[in-house]
């Protein structure tokens, strides 16, 4: 009887064990305002965006909040011109609708870290490419009020400084950068051309939402796929709208494409 | 009899937690290059083949015509298809005007 009961249990409760984690809530959500370039030889390129990290008990989502105001801002502008055709012909304009510059959403899960990143119209996920190790330093300050200290770390060919506090014993941070002893306040590579700053936090219950369906890959087959749109952005403009790009503008899609050139990884 | 409650209790396990291995694959919509204007209703697919035009913000001489193709009887169609003019409409302004902000 006690085996039967025992059996009964891991019937009924294994399966809802795996549910709870399927739905994982916020217990706290970080905002982080980020500031980077597009172009890392224009400085006028310079973005700042506002990104959330949730954290639940299982799963942590870091993503840009102008990602989903910018996909709902631009249905209600394309509802709009839908139904108030110019001249009888509908016209997309999205110049006024502000878009996402910051693409990458990094979910942590099970120890894992999963990167969903874009290029062009193809969404991909794949695991996080750099294994970070964490350098502990002496250093110390204070960011909103809680008492940080330093810590650096190569990731692939940058060298990043985070900074992180014991006053809050969860082990993430924004981005991939995160298993220190405390959540990441601030964080920055050597040439500052990403700069993420904790704006504030809150303890609130939200659903870690639903990430994009991605083309699941490896981070040398999404590095060799970005690198050709770099290498033949005509190319790129082919396969994205299914015909040449004009010829009198060649010239300036290849500039343009090329000055989108500021990656994290 | 230990062995046959094991086993019972991984396949009820396993058949529970095999519930979101569906696939959910992402419409495609077809994108062609033309000059029709009114929708156009294709009477065996059930389909509305819209056609619109991308502004080039930049440059008013790129303007160009896409068409995009959804199920007429379908709203979560149409807000796919819809969705799917706003991202061509931003591609191609990255493509021919840079990001649209600088």
Known sequence: MRLFYKYFLLIFFLPLHFLSQEIDSSKIECKYLITFLIDTANTNTLKKENASLLIGTHTSLFKSDQKQIADSLTLISVEKSVSNPVNGRIEINTSSVPTAKFKPEVLYSGGKITIYDEISKEHYNFEAPNKIIWKFENETKIIQGYNCRKAISKYGNKLITVWYTEQIPIQDGPYTFKGLPGLVLEAYDSKDYFHFSLMGLKKIKKPIGKLPFGIDTTYEKFYKKRKEKMDDPLGSFFNTFGRPAPKNSEERIIKNIRSINNFLD | ?102
Do not use: H
Not at chain 2, 10 to 31: F, I, M, Q, R
Not at chain 2, 53 to 70: E, G, R
């Open chain 2, 1 to 102: 009899m230990k062995k046959l409650l094991f086993v019972a209790a991984l396949g009820v396990v396993g058949l529970v937690c095999a519930k979101n291995t569906e696939e959910t694959k992402p419409t495609k919509y077809s994108v062609k290059n033309t000059e029709k204007i009114k929708p156009t209703k294709e009477e065996t697919k059930q389909q509305y083949c819209q056609t619109y035009t991308m502004v080039c913000w930049c440059d008013n001489s790129k303007d160009v015509n896409d068409t995009v193709c959804y199920e007429y009887d379908s709203p979560s169609d149409r807000r796919r298809a819809f969705a799917c003019m706003g991202e061509n409409s931003s591609l191609y302004n990255e493509y021919q005007c840079g990001s649209s902000s600088y």
